[in-house]
T-cell receptor, first 115, second 116 residues
C-alpha cells in the first residue's frame, strides 16, 4: 500500500462545476496535509493546508480532513479552465526526530476543466 | 523577498558525467529539502537539511548522490557518474519553521536534468 494515494484520474469537469479530489494516507502519525497545484512544466504551488478535522475554506477551495478515516479531500467550486492542472496531495509527519518536515506526495490527479 | 531559486533550469549531460545542481532558499529559511520528480515515480523526497546538517538522507537513491549546504543557505546536489535513470526534474524547497504543524514548504522552479 502506498503511503499517500490519490484518485487516479484524470478528472474532467465542465466549467462552473464542482471538482472533487480525494486522497488517503496510511500513517496515523500524519498531522499536516497540503494540496499543491502544479501546472505543466512548473513547480508545485501551495493552495491549501489543513491540520484539524473538518472543513477549511479559502475562496473557491475547500479542504476536508477526516483523521479517523485517514482521508483528505479538496473541493473546487465554480471550476474554471485556469484550474486545469495536476493536484498533488502531500502529507507531513510532525513526529520530531530526523524526518520531520519531509513531505510524502501522492501521485497526483490531473484535472481538466472544459469550457 | 525572493522565492527559492535553482540553477541551472535545464541541464543536459552525457551518461557517466558528474553534475551539480544548485538551490538558493528563501532568506532566513533554516530548513531545505531536495525532491525529485520523474514520470511514473511522482515526487520523491531525497534529503533534508536543518541548517548545515542533513539529519535525513534517507531518500538519496544511491551513493552516487550527495548534497551539502554551506552557511545555512545555498545547497548543492551532486550526482556522480550520471545514469539515464537519473533524468528527472530536481526540485528544492525551503521552510521557515518545519517543526510547526503548519510549516509550509515553498518550492523552487526546479532543474530539469536529461542524461543522454
Amino acid at each position: 500500500q502506498k503511503e499517500v494515494e490519490q484518485n487516479s484520474g484524470p478528472l474532467s469537469v465542465p466549467e462552473g462545476a464542482i471538482a472533487s479530489l480525494n486522497c488517503t494516507y496510511s500513517d496515523r502519525g500524519s498531522q499536516s496535509f497540503f494540496w499543491y497545484r502544479q501546472y505543466s512544466g512548473k513547480s508545485p504551488e501551495l493552495i491549501m493546508s489543513i491540520y484539524s478535522n473538518g472543513d477549511k475554506e479559502d475562496g473557491r477551495f475547500t479542504a476536508q480532513l477526516n483523521k479517523a478515516s485517514q482521508y483528505v479531500s479538496l473541493l473546487i467550486r465554480d471550476s474554471q479552465p485556469s484550474d486545469s492542472a495536476t493536484y498533488l496531495c502531500a502529507v507531513k509527519i510532525n513526529a520530531g526526530g530526523t524526518s520531520y518536515g519531509k513531505l510524502t506526495f501522492g501521485q497526483g490527479t490531473i484535472l481538466t476543466v472544459h469550457p | 523577498g525572493a522565492g527559492v531559486s535553482q540553477s541551472p533550469s535545464n541541464k543536459v549531460t552525457e551518461k557517466g558525467k558528474d553534475v551539480e545542481l544548485r538551490c538558493d532558499p528563501i532568506s532566513g529559511h533554516t530548513a531545505l529539502y531536495w525532491y525529485r520528480q520523474s514520470l511514473g515515480q511522482g515526487l520523491e523526497f531525497l534529503i533534508y537539511f536543518q541548517g548545515n546538517s542533513a539529519p535525513d538522507k534517507s531518500g538519496l537513491p544511491s551513493d552516487r548522490f550527495s548534497a551539502e549546504r554551506t552557511g545555512g543557505s545555498v545547497s548543492t546536489l551532486t550526482i556522480q557518474r550520471t545514469q539515464q535513470e537519473d533524468s528527472a526534474v530536481y526540485l528544492c524547497a525551503s521552510s521557515l519553521r518545519p517543526e510547526l504543524v503548519g510549516g509550509t514548504q515553498y518550492f523552487g522552479p526546479g532543474t530539469r536534468l536529461t542524461v543522454l
